[in-house]
């Protein structure tokens, strides 16, 4: 209403110290699942998530995903910026391995330098060498095309992939909303008996709501990139999660390889 004189505080206001432990995402543009399961894992009362998208487009190819690196920079410097963050994690666990890690935080790092960052690939290797696990089952929902490099990012890391099923989906949007029996039949078809554990590929797919009914189910650990992720996360910030979804959370003293 005009004519209301607006009166201004004598002195600021008292700023108290932030309590947060705060962590960045880079997020897919397309990617309908990895904030959900993040608010699943992250403590809510200790960590607070600051997400960004990255410009990726449909179809998930090699060519694709690696057509990320030059937006990752500009997408990290808009992650709350001149604020302290405790980790950035990368959210596409296929371009971890097609464009990869070095050159993604590479790229990350020029813009917040000193800041550890996660990939989805790198979590789930440190994940595997936690549960002391060498040997895996790989499921995708990817192409074939897609699911090649996953192989042979494990084999190079020394992690010998014993079976490898992708469900060829190429749009990471129908990725979201694969049925939950579908990921479960796949998973147990893709299971092999020399497999100490099985790795399900994709933040994208639902995975953290049928994890431990495959585990149950084959007898072994099931790992999926953002339960590894997130897992990750809280080891660098030394907290605990707000639920233990999975093997992963409930092995005893496990702690981040180097």
Wanted: hydrophobic letters at 50%.
């Amino acid at each position: 209403m005009a004519g209301i004189p607006v009166t201004t505080a004598q002195s600021p206001p008292l700023l108290v110290r932030d309590p947060m432990i705060r962590v960045g995402l880079l997020a897919l543009a397309t990617d309908l699942t990895i904030e959900g399961d993040a608010a699943r894992i992250l403590p809510p009362d200790q960590v607070q998530l600051h997400t960004t998208r990255v410009a990726f487009h449909n179809p998930t190819t090699p060519d694709n995903l690696r057509a990320m690196l030059p937006h990752l920079a500009g997408a990290a410097d808009l992650l709350v910026p001149d604020q302290p963050l405790a980790a950035i994690c990368f959210g596409c666990t296929s371009a971890s391995t097609v464009i990869g890690e070095d050159a993604i935080a590479e790229a990350i790092g020029s813009v917040r330098p000193g800041v550890p960052v996660v990939t989805p690939a790198l979590a789930a290797r440190r994940a595997f060498a936690a549960l002391g696990v060498r040997r895996i089952a790989l499921l995708t929902p990817y192409l074939p095309e897609t699911t090649v490099p996953m192989t042979g990012y494990f084999s190079d890391n020394g992690i010998g992939v014993m079976a490898a099923h992708c469900m060829g989906l190429p749009d990471d949007r129908d990725m979201a909303r694969i049925d939950r029996a579908a990921i479960i039949e796949a998973a147990l078809g893709a299971d092999h008996p020399q497999a100490e554990a099985m790795f399900l590929s994709c933040t994208a797919l639902p995975a953290l709501g049928v994890l431990q009914e495959i585990e149950a189910r084959i007898g072994k650990p099931v790992v999926s990139s953002n339960q590894a992720l997130f897992w990750a996360v809280l080891q660098i910030a030394g907290l605990a999660p707000a639920r233990r979804i999975g093997r992963l959370f409930d092995s005893v003293g496990a702690r981040v390889a180097s």
